[in-house]
């Protein structure tokens, strides 16, 4: 799976619009290899990043939990943490 594709449920504040057209942007784009898609593609490919997105959102907002739920700024240091021990 992409790297770049970040988990959006259960975080305080809740996953904006613009992290859930990227996140679905970043699928979409690994599914087609298309980093930017040609003109003839290029209907095809947006008309995909929306329906992708448009489930997400009925997924995120579908999902219940009983876990607290997580902090944007101690995630983002964990994650920091974990890129400096790996790449130094």
């Known amino acids: 799976m992409c790297r770049n594709i970040k988990t959006l449920f259960n975080f305080e504040p809740p996953a904006t619009e613009q992290e859930i057209k990227a996140s679905s942007l970043q699928f ?6 298309f980093t930017h898609p040609s003109k003839a593609n290029e209907a ?4 995909a990043v929306e ?8 997924l ?3 999902l219940v939990t009983t876990a607290d739920p997580r902090d944007r700024a101690i995630e983002a240091a964990r994650a920091k943490a974990r890129s400096a021990a790996r790449f130094g």
């Open 44 to 47: 095809a490919f947006q008309r």
């Open 51 to 58: 329906e992708v997105a448009a489930a997400a959102r009925v």
């Open 28 to 33: 979409v784009r690994k599914l087609s290899g």
């Open 60 to 62: 995120i907002e579908s």
